[in-house]
T-cell receptor
Framework: SAVISQKPSRDICQRGTSLTIQCQVD?????MFWYRQQPGQSLTLIATANQGSEATYESGFVIDKFPISRPNLTFSTLTVSNMSPEDSSIYLC?????????????????FGAGSRLTVL | GQNIDQPTEMTATEGAIVQINCTYQTSGFNGLFWYQQHAGEAPTFLSYNVLDGLEEKGRFSSFLSRSKGYSYLLLKELQMKDSASYLCAAVDSNYQLIWGAGTKLIIKP
């Protein structure tokens, strides 16, 4: 499976500011996703990061609030814009199987370690 | 709507066996995942079932009944390091993952 480097691992931010989270993968992957996880809750998909085109956002998430870049098959960024305390959460990058591995039918996801954001 | 139900928390004793249940309601079905997540860490893949029956992987086994919309994760010979949250996720007809809230498993000596 792919190895993911996600940073920052944690940050404390002021209300109204923006923060960009980076996700670097050690191999080329087709599928790349951004999730949010509130304490004690399930993973919520924010968007699918599409290489070379605009991300596909889930209901309740918009590009102006969560702009995403995916310049190539190994890297993506998620920006949390104009932050408020309600944005305090863990943000996780996840990817599908590496291209050289091929589809294993299950499309097992590998997750980054997450970025824990606290907005004051 | 689509829904995944699993217990919020379970407690078990070191060396014992525990079964974590998961029921799902999805639009179509293309398999079910179990992930393990230690506190403050990323979820890691445990198992994937798409056919009915039991799949065993060492101390961990996963069972699926498609007709009942039901799965369980069975952990044997529990160790303290098994203390974690266990996430159930079903794959719907659009190959979207529907995640449960996770079951926090507490292992006591």
């Amino acid at each position: 499976s792919a190895v993911i480097s996600q940073k920052p691992s944690r940050d404390i931010c002021q209300r109204g500011t923006s923060l960009t989270i980076q996700c670097q993968v050690d191999s080329q992957v087709t599928m790349m996703f951004w999730y949010r996880q509130q304490p004690g809750q399930s993973l919520t998909l924010i968007a699918t990061a599409n290489q070379g085109s605009e991300a596909t956002y889930e209901s309740g998430f918009v590009i102006d609030k969560f702009p995403i870049s995916r310049p190539n098959l190994t890297f993506s960024t998620l920006t949390v814009s104009n932050m408020s305390p309600e944005d305090s959460s863990i943000y996780l990058c996840s990817v599908g199987p590496p291209l050289e591995q091929g589809s294993d039918g299950a499309n097992v996801l590998t997750f980054g370690a997450g970025s824990r954001l606290t907005v004051l | 709507g689509q829904n995944i139900d699993q217990p919020t928390e379970m407690t078990a004793t070191e060396g014992a066996i525990v079964q974590i249940n998961c029921t799902y309601q999805t639009s179509g079905f293309n398999g079910l995942f179990w992930y393990q997540q230690h506190a403050g860490e990323a979820p890691t893949f445990l198992s994937y079932n798409v056919l009915d029956g039991l799949e065993e992987k060492g101390r961990f086994s996963s069972f699926l009944s498609r007709s009942k919309g039901y799965s369980y994760l069975l952990l044997k010979e529990l160790q303290m390091k098994d203390s974690a949250s266990y996430l159930c996720a079903a794959v719907d007809s659009n190959y979207q993952l529907i995640w449960g809230a996770g079951t926090k498993l507490i292992i006591k000596p």
